[in-house]
């Protein structure tokens, strides 16, 4: 289906009057009219049963309990005559997508997070006691909330997919629909979706991984495909639907405490394991990002030239797919082309669609695109986020996969060589005329304790910037010679490979890269400041992840980076803004090459460095 388009569902008796249906109203435009405001055009397509997240599911995700008729219809009169939707404007807003009202303690959605110090006056309504203990009665939930929020939604408003607060709430969250039916949607970390009926009076319990890894939201739309008593769909109309949500807050002393044991107890590690590997990504990587979506994308905003250089270049007409395309800033460069993108992040799609770029959800790993249909495919910083070999092996395999023969692919990640031939990358300079703050890590914090120094009190935002390149930067290039059956690099003329501030990478007889780096003095790069050891010596010398000090050399290959929020959440010991940290593996010279080496079907036709950044071109044979 078509994000955000309208449709509808015909059945008919036969295949014949189906056939002639859609050669008549395939692709006729219908007028404006007084309730339509613009022409619209009709495509007809065939489908042999309603498609997998339009209609309830037969499953639910683990941890997710559904009782319907929970409440009478008496006890549902009673909670919706209890919200005062005129009165207490300040516990009250009207948000984009609903109505919202809290108790108890106000859930403050600028920084996604309550304050546990500020109470409202107004506590869980009275009407509520009955209910509540029924439902701890039933087992799932163990501790009594203290705080409800209530939403009310009028037909064709939704709510965006999201995962409640990890830190702010207890586990076990119940959630009362009353008034009207609705479809939610789940969605998996890796790209399963399930969608779940509830019907008005039920009540909806997520503990667990429902709670913790799958996200929820409503589709906007004014009708449901539920199923009817015979068997068959039918098409129900959406009502005023208003849900109460319970929920527990951790107050911050206890959420210092579970810090600090985690800290002590679960640190992250270098994963062995592709369990362990999804699991580490999931926390240090894609709830990360849904976290800092919005503040990311404000500081993701200039592209970068030698990417939008080699976005100039394609065919006018071409297909283009943008994968981990951010907030889309790629997605209009060349306006000739055919172009999608795709980001792991729910928020960050969404930024996409408010700035009307076509993107949609989807893992690195698994993109729901058609095996050889575009024409070109760019991969901009995100391979680096996956702590596996085989992973990024698995990574740069699907966007071959997505190719068409003589497609090509620009994949960049994050390079540990930040400085070649004594030239700083933008990222170490940038502490050196900047004046603004950094994280700087506790050698003892095991990424728990990070603080920020600095002489400039105003909060700024701390990312890795990996490829930002100012616009008067020198390309510094690398060319690659090497031919290998799975995977072919095209020779280019000596003079184009040894110019000033590139360098060669060539192939040793016994099939393992040698580099050597050529620059117009004739010196070779000195790297003698620069770690010799493989990501695989590192998992055994240095299991833990450490923590990297922003704004300078890397240490090791795989760490964690932080990014403080700006103008979010303090963090519970008052001191400063809220700090994440996001995976990283930085690529060492010729690691990207050799990776693409373990695809088949592919050559590399140009590899480069490129301010701080390992960048390739791939081709599809």
């Excluded at 019907?199 to 996200?215: A, F, K, N, Q």
């Excluded at 024409?375 to 395999?397: F, G, M, N, P």
């Excluded at 050891?533 to 055994?540: I, L, N, P, R, V």
């Amino acid at each position: 289906m078509l994000p955000k388009k309208p449709y509808a569902f015909v059945c008919y008796q036969d295949l014949d009057s189906a056939e002639r249906a859609m050669n008549q109203l395939n692709g006729t435009s219908l007028p404006e009219t007084s309730s339509r405001k613009q022409s619209a055009t009709l495509y007809i397509f065939f489908v042999s049963k309603v498609p997998v997240g339009l209609s309830p599911s037969p499953d639910l995700p683990p941890g997710l309990v559904v009782r319907t008729d929970f409440v009478t219809e008496e006890e549902e009169r009673a909670f919706l005559s209890a919200v005062d939707w005129g009165s207490s404007p300040g516990e009250r807003s009207e948000l984009k997508h609903r109505q919202v009202k809290h108790f108890g303690f106000e859930f403050k959605y600028g920084i996604n997070d309550v304050d546990a110090d500020d109470p409202l006056p107004q506590g869980i309504p009275p009407v509520c006691s009955n209910f509540l203990q029924r439902a701890l009665a039933t087992g799932h939930v163990t501790h009594d909330p203290d705080q409800l929020t209530v939403n009310q939604y009028q037909p064709g408003q939704g709510i965006p997919s999201h995962i409640d607060t990890g830190p702010a709430f207890e586990d076990g969250i119940m959630s009362l629909s009353l008034g009207s039916q609705v479809l939610m949607d789940f969605h998996h970390p890796d790209c399963r979706q399930l969608s779940v009926l509830l019907p008005p009076r039920s009540l909806l319990i997520m503990t667990g991984e429902s709670r913790y890894v799958w996200s929820h939201g409503i589709t906007p739309r004014k009708s449901d495909i539920v199923p009817s008593a015979e068997g068959n769909l039918n098409v129900v109309l959406r009502g005023v639907r208003t849900s109460f949500t319970f929920r527990k807050i951790i107050h911050p002393a206890e959420r210092k405490r579970r810090e600090a044991q985690q800290g002590s107890e679960n640190r992250p590690t270098i994963p062995v394991s592709s369990s362990e590997a999804e699991k580490l990504e999931t926390h240090h990587v894609h709830q990360v990002y849904e976290e800092i979506a919005s503040h990311f994308s404000g500081t993701r905003h200039s592209p970068w030239p030698r990417i939008s250089e080699f976005l100039l270049k394609q065919p006018p007409g071409s297909l283009m797919a943008d994968i981990g395309c951010g907030n889309g800033k790629y997605l209009g460069i060349n306006k000739s082309l055919y172009q999608i993108g795709s980001d792991r992040s729910f928020k960050l799609t969404e930024i996409c669609r408010e700035r009307g770029i076509q993107a949609f959800v989807a893992d690195v790993l698994s993109v729901p695109l058609r095996s050889e249909s575009f024409d070109v495919c760019i991969c901009i910083a995100v391979i680096h986020h996956l702590s596996t070999e085989e992973r990024r092996i698995h990574a740069i395999s699907e966007l071959v996969r997505v190719l068409r023969p003589g497609g090509q692919a620009l994949v960049y990640v994050w390079a540990m060589e930040q400085e070649i031939n004594k030239v700083k990358s933008k990222y170490l300079k940038e502490k050196e005329f900047d004046g603004s703050p950094s994280v700087r890590d506790n050698s003892n914090s095991h990424g728990n304790g990070c603080k920020q120094t600095g002489e400039d009190s105003k909060q700024q935002h701390i990312s890795d910037d990996s490829c930002d390149i100012s616009s008067n930067s020198k390309h510094q290039e690398c060319d690659v010679v090497k031919s290998d059956n799975s995977c072919q690099w095209t020779e280019r003329q000596t003079t184009e490979i040894c110019n000033e501030n590139s360098h060669g990478i060539q192939q040793s007889s016994d099939s393992k890269m040698k580099t050597q780096t050529h620059f117009g003095d004739n010196k070779q790069l000195d790297s003698s400041n620069l770690p010799n050891k493989s990501s695989e010596q590192y998992g055994k010398q240095h299991k833990e992840l450490v923590v990297h000090k922003n704004r300078t050399n890397f240490q090791q290959q795989d760490l964690l980076v932080p990014w403080q929020l700006k103008g979010g959440a303090r963090s519970e010991a008052g001191g400063g803004e809220q700090v994440f940290h996001r995976f990283y593996h930085v690529f060492q010279r010729g690691e990207l090459e050799r990776l693409c080496g373990h695809v088949t079907g592919c050559q590399v036709v140009n590899g480069y460095h490129d301010q701080g950044n390992w960048a390739v071109i791939l081709q599809k044979m």
